[in-house]
């Protein structure tokens, strides 16, 4: 595919610092594991390992995950929890189950009283999405009684039995996962799901009224018709998921370019459903939670067969040069999405954190730092919470590519999202090249800033030596992250030459 470059000239982008928009949540940096191939076991849990510690949890991973500190971790699925029994992963007398969902056994040996102690291990919010395909409203209440309660009822005994004596206080529950889809495990019917949310978040508010809920949705306007309709008033936010490069059956990567197109994408799905909450009058009551995102989708092909390997073929999404430049991109944009509607999107879960299409790569002698893994170093670590009033006052730079339905489309080479951290005053402007060839030079205005004294400024870069680099076992740094400290005597305006494929972030410190 031949791509038009375009006019390289200069990107100009004004930022009013004193403008704020909105407040990010902290949550949309949030992750995923799932009950998949080896996420849990041979990922984030493997006693046999040199590296585990007591618990047999994987202290290298937890190590890499406390640099990007997951805010909130969602666990156990994913299609795995819909036919998932959470008793049968407690106490001491631990029986394998068949995961009908993926067909394989689970030793059940990661539980919640594991799952619980990872999360702590990490100091992140400990998220447990419910079984409502095979469950029943009373089970999900009596999972919140065994985190939750202190000592009332059997199931909190059996917690304080099982070694807990203290509450796990899990805060965000979903009653869920995809139940919408015919391939589900206990699929429902809109008009069926409405009132099943009902009833689960009735029974699981009334043990703990302090937790919050959220339910399985998809951006159609039936489906939380009815949901809203018969179980609005039970819940706190409502859960949607997106993958693009859609790889469930063909793991066909698709390239650079088309996956420049899909960050195109990502913004649609937020507003049909933000839409949706307005129209029954539920914006500012209920946010969204993203609670599974990632570019690429997970490759389990054959599930449904008899006769053909459907295991085997997992381990494709583990091939590390699949993970490119392209993740990184177009994750950033997601979460420049997440940034400018942090009015409506409160929560957001990479899917999944280790393995598969993870951020982690772990293997048995130690991990790989995959390129989206410092997408996520840059925001959490340097964006601030404060989304400021940033807009494009000039933009010419654009490249072709054909998007998924063929067409050929102009992608805009820069996106851009100014934020301010509230305590310091210190902004953080997130600055991304999708332009695969080009650098692209930008200036940046400001207002606010006073009138005196150079700015002092750093740029953080995470680029690879093209746009289809990545990190591996025996190359784990093609990827990174590079910083160069600037001085500006101009405190109106800054100019900067993007590279190519990157993912940046400028920090201007001491602003008031």
Known sequence: MELMK????????????????????????????????????????DPSSSFADEYGIRKDVVDALRRIR?????????????????????????????DKAWRVEDSNAFGTDEFIRLCRSLDTE????????????????????YCNLPSEGKY???????????????KYWSIGNENYLPGEMGAKTAAEWGYFVRESAKMMKRVDPSIQVLAASVKDIDWNATLLRQAGPFLDWISIHGYWDWLWQNNNLSPYEKCMTYTLEIERDILVVKHILGAFGYLGKIRIAFDEWN???????????????????RNLNDVNSSYTMADAVFSACFLNQCLRHSDVVGMANFAPTVNTRG????????????????????????????????????SDSSFEAQNRDGVTVHVPSLDVVATRKSDTGELAVSIVNRNP????????????????????????????????????????????????????????????????????????????
């Open 6 to 45: 375009g006019t390289i000239s200069m990107e100009k982008f004004a930022i009013n610092s004193k403008r704020v928009l909105s407040v990010r949540d902290f949550n949309i940096y949030g992750h995923f594991l799932e009950h998949f191939h080896n996420q849990i076991y041979g990922g984030v849990f």
């Open 70 to 98: 997951p805010p909130v971790l969602r666990w156990p699925g994913g299609c795995f929890v819909s036919a998932y029994h959470w008793q049968d992963g407690v106490g001491p007398d631990r029986q394998p189950s068949f």
């Open 126 to 145: 400990p998220y447990i999405c419910t079984n409502a395909g095979t469950g029943t409203p009373e089970e999900m209440s009596d999972w919140v009684e």
């Open 156 to 170: 909190a005994k059996r917690r304080i039995a099982n070694g807990h004596p203290e509450p796990h206080r899990v």
């Open 295 to 313: 570019l690429r989708g997970w490759h389990h092909p054959h599930v449904n067969s008899a006769t053909e390997d459907y295991v085997t073929p």
């Open 359 to 394: 951020a982690v790569f772990a293997h048995k002698d130690g991990i790989v730092l995959r390129s989206t893994y410092f997408v996520f170093d840059l925001y959490v670590n340097l964006m601030g919470d404060e989304v400021i009033d940033c807009w494009n006052e000039r």
């Open 437 to 512: 060839e080009a650098a692209v030079p930008i200036e940046l205005s400001f207002a606010g800033l006073g009138t005196s004294g150079a700015l002092t400024a750093a740029l953080h870069t995470l680029n690879g030596p093209t746009k289809d680099a990545y990190n591996d076992i025996d190359r784990p740094d093609d990827v990174k992250v590079t910083k160069e400290t600037l001085v500006v005597a101009d405190r109106n305006s800054i100019e900067l030459l993007i590279q190519p494929h990157s993912v940046n972030v400028l920090l201007i410190a001491g602003q008031s």
